[in-house]
């Protein structure tokens, strides 16, 4: 699908998108058609139950006195609403109600709306980006898909005056949509196809965009110490990998790195203390978070941001074999410090702890983030409207929650706090890495405190997020990539040179 922006002149051919406002008013080109057609959106408007509010569509076929073959009204709320957001929904909106209609090109008008805090060209700007985003798919693997149910839109061409400014203005959120794309595709794969070894091969590729890319594998990780991501996949016939991506896009090329860090188990299993079968194929997405982190540094690079960054994913596959780990196991982190592994379904935690302390040992960052589809129980407390927040300092989780707000990428801030420490006591080592099922997420992100110095930290519990089973405004079912735009937008607005 090829997006475009051009001056504003009536379509004669395609479907054509308009916006209404709230309370039924015209936006300049629904008023112009209304016009040209002898007033057909005031009638139809007045036979439906369509007011403009957001979200709402109607759409008519064939409409007399114009060529279009499809004229779709869409509500854009009340004017002093209609933001980034709102205006990525109207994209995203029209494209998932014309991408399959039959229509090749599609014009989505775009006028300047009084009362909103949005400029036209950055409204335009917004609405590709949402068209964009709305229209993925992941579908290399259908053959036999028939073609009328397959996308018929090539081309979105987004109407308005301000067309150069506009383009300018995308082109910087395009970067951002190429590496939630990536993030997308790597979690839509199966886990016959990526593995830890495949997985790593992707994030080399960020080479083209001039990411420092670097892998370890198992001999190299175990002269490290690091016995709690070793022990994780040491049931697997996958070698289990750690990578290491560097965007240095500050000018100073000394500047202190933000890291982030990423779970990547490409299966999860659950080990010996194995998973019942029914959902166990969602367990493939068990590396969202190591794919947030790759297509992150794809988006900061595209885009040629002015920070030094570090992404660091610790990729296993976690599985049952006559050489996995057993429950009861003790294993010695990097850190030093003993783990009593009581049930080895609780592995992220695992790979995590070793992951983070590598991360401050050698980068020594500004922040450190982590992402993990970490704990059933996040699902439980937020369903998968918000991601677990998890912060050893306010400033920086009122960064992150600012930033998800920003984006439509929510955040809701957990307690971490000491009483829930003690649940991870353990008899014979420096911890277990379950602390039973009360306050699960919690008891987790206390475990990867433990593994955390003097750094300003958070950990973004993503279990809930990570794939949605339905569609949203820009995003289709399937893998969401929640945190690409968010943590791009955490970069942008506090850590990069202006
Ligand atoms: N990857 C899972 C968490 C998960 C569960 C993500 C469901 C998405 C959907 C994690 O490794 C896990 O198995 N966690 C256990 C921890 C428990 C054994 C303490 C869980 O949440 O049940
Ligand atoms: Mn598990
Ligand atoms: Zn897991």
Known sequence: MKISFAKAALPTEGALAVGILEGR???ATAGQIDHKTGGL???????SRFEGKKDQTLLLLAPAG???????????GKPDSVDGLAAEAYGGTAVAQLQAAGDQLLTIAVDPIGGSPLAPAEFAAHAAAGARLRSYRFDKYRTKEKKEDKPSLKKVVLSLDESGEAKRRFARLDGIIDGVFMTRDLASEPANVIFPTSLAEQAKTLA??????????????????MGALLGVGQGSARESQLVVMRWMGAEDQDAVPVAFVGKGVTFDSGGISIKPAGGMEDMKWDMGGSAVVIGLMKALALRNAKVNAVGIIGLVENMPSGTAQRPGDVVTTMSGQTVEVINTDAEGRLVLADAMWYTQDRFKPQVMIDLATLTGAIIISLGDHYAGLFCNDDGLADKLVAAGKGVGELLWRMPIDDPYDKQLKSDIADM???GG????????????????????????????????????AVTPKGATAFGVRLLDRLVADNYEQK
């Open 208 to 225: 083209e965009q001039g990411v420092d890319v670097e892998v370890l594998g198992e001999k190299q990780m175990r002269k490290l110490g």
């Open 66 to 76: 114009l060529t279009v073959q499809r004229l779709l009204l869409i509500g854009l």
């Open 437 to 472: 099922r009360e306050g699960g997420s919690i008891t987790a992100a206390m475990f990867l405190k433990r593994f955390v110095k003097d750094t300003k930290w958070a950990h973004l519990d993503i279990a809930g997020v990570t794939w949605a089973k339905k569609d949203g």
């Open 41 to 47: 959106i005031a009638r139809a408007l007045a036979a």
């Open 25 to 27: 008013v015209l936006t």
């Open 432 to 434: 277990k890495n379950v």
